[in-house]
């Protein structure tokens, strides 16, 4: 069964307080995205990751960090969250390869995360 | 710098109409990916249709159809017969052929009334 798990579905943290948000994947799928979603705004990319410990910065990096240890999974971590970082998160997954000729159609998302930093 | 822009912010439309949204893009590719996705009120993000840039034919799925014109970075979706359950936000997202990410506009929110 092809599908990106997002834990938890809500969360609400104070400012100052960490924040982990988790994500996993059942096709063994190499790359892994965090986007973040803001109205108006679409869905922005926070961090891209390639495979296990090869993760690059997305368009907006600041105030995230990730860690991916297993191919499966990927986290987002806010360490000291701010109010401003009150929006629905996103994990997605793909293959290699995904959206060329020849590799799969698309992203797959996850149900996303909805963040409320009071 | 924006490279996916919608500027439908919404749009509203009686059942069975068509209805067309517009998407430009930028990119320096001469190859890329176009993409069109509807997120539902749950929120979920589904992938409904995409255009290679490669291609002149434009892309058709059920009542989902594109209008690709590459000259003016323009890549339209028009729904035919529209229902119902059509109403949600529609993206339009772009990748370019060397990077394996996806950009997405800021999507336009459609409304189908009876």
Redesign the interface.
């Known amino acids: 069964d092809m599908k990106v798990t997002q834990m938890p579905r809500y969360l609400i943290k104070r400012m100052g307080e960490n924040v982990l948000l988790e994500c996993g994947q059942d096709m063994s799928h190499e790359?892994m995205?965090w986007?973040r979603q803001d109205p108006?705004?679409?869905?922005?990319?926070i961090y891209?990751s390639?495979d296990v410990d090869s993760n690059s910065e997305?368009d907006i990096p600041k105030g995230y960090r990730v860690s991916r240890k297993k191919r499966e999974h990927f986290s987002l971590i806010l360490d000291s969250a701010k109010t401003n970082q009150t929006s629905?998160y996103?994990c997605?997954s793909?293959s290699?390869d995904?959206?060329?000729?020849n590799g799969q159609?698309?992203?797959y998302?996850g149900?996303?995360t909805r963040l409320s930093v009071l | 710098a924006q490279k996916?822009t919608?500027t439908q912010?919404s749009i509203s439309v009686v059942e069975k109409t068509t209805v067309t949204m517009d998407c430009v893009y930028e990119t320096r590719d001469s190859s890329y990916?176009l993409?069109w996705?509807k997120q539902t009120a749950?929120?979920?993000?589904v992938?409904l249709i995409?255009q290679?840039s490669y291609k002149k034919e434009n892309a058709t799925v059920g009542h989902y159809s594109l209008n690709f014109q590459k000259p003016k970075s323009s890549i339209g979706l028009i729904i035919t017969a529209t229902q119902i359950e059509d109403s949600a936000v529609y993206?339009c997202a772009m990748?370019d052929?060397n990077y394996?990410?996806?950009?997405?506009?800021?999507?336009t929110k459609l409304t189908v009334e009876p």
């Open positions: 790359t995205y986007y108006g705004l679409g869905l922005q990319l891209i390639y997305g629905v996103f997605a793909s290699a995904w959206g060329g000729a159609n698309t992203l998302f149900a996303g | 996916v919608q912010t990916f993409f996705y749950s929120g979920e993000i992938f995409r290679d993206f990748r052929f394996n990410v996806l950009y997405f506009g800021s999507g």
